[in-house]
């Protein structure tokens, strides 16, 4: 009887899963703890990111059309991770930690890329200058996220 | 008005931020005084919602723009319920640390509502 095929992703090796020691609990909470902290923190980047990225669209995309593009895969990046934390569990957690470092990768790219060559961007992303804008949140999250997903194992 | 009940939230969040931040310290999770702190704040951003709401009605329009106005609005109004919330879910510290995070999320709301807005004269 595999109980721990929840995701359908678990591989029929070991499985050395929360999933597998606890049944009636399928899923590892990944929103305890520090995590709490870490998925606001996140679900204010979604709202602030998307809100921002599609007002900036809908409304005057031909000016930064590069920059408004980049603030909506920011905003993309930030719902799937917190999707992924509030759903909890191991795929989650693998997953979310790909997307981590995604995201860190983003910001340091975006946020070289715009101190190097300002005149691609005629109005700024949410990445811009490693994401000064938003209290340098953007490049701290995702390296306290990866900590707090490699904790949760 | 408009600037100074803007001025006021930003410094009763920070306030709020503090406290919670202490409660953290101390390893405490958010209690009903914590609660009735995050109301205060609240109903300051709810009369300021409604002051905006009704300033733009009387035909004022912020500097930077009324749908981004409207939703920092909107948006700072929501912050301190949802963090509050989140931390009735974990009765630990990091209830406590949500919440000054929230509350440190307003105070910047705030400063961009007074930017958005623009700034003294209104």
Redesign the interface.
Known sequence: MPETNTHGTTPSGPAPTTAAADAPAPRARL???????L???Y??MV?GAL?RSL?QIS?EFDRAPLAYSLSAAAAVVYAFITYALVRGGEAARKVARVCCAVELAGVLAVGTWTLVRPESFPDATVWSDFGMGY?FIPVVLPVTGMLWLRHRR | MLDALTTAIGVAALALAAWCGFAAFRDQPTKDWHFIGMAVVTVLVLVQLVIGLFRLAGGDRPEHGT??FV?YLV?AFA?IP??GL??L??R?K??S??VA??AV?LA?LEVRLFDIWGGIGA
């Open positions: 929103v305890s703890g520090p995590g709490l902290l998925v606001w923190l679900g204010v709202v809100s007002y409304t209290l | 749908v981004i939703a948006g912050t949802a963090a989140l931390s879910t974990e630990t990091w209830g640390v949500t995070a929230g999320v910047v």
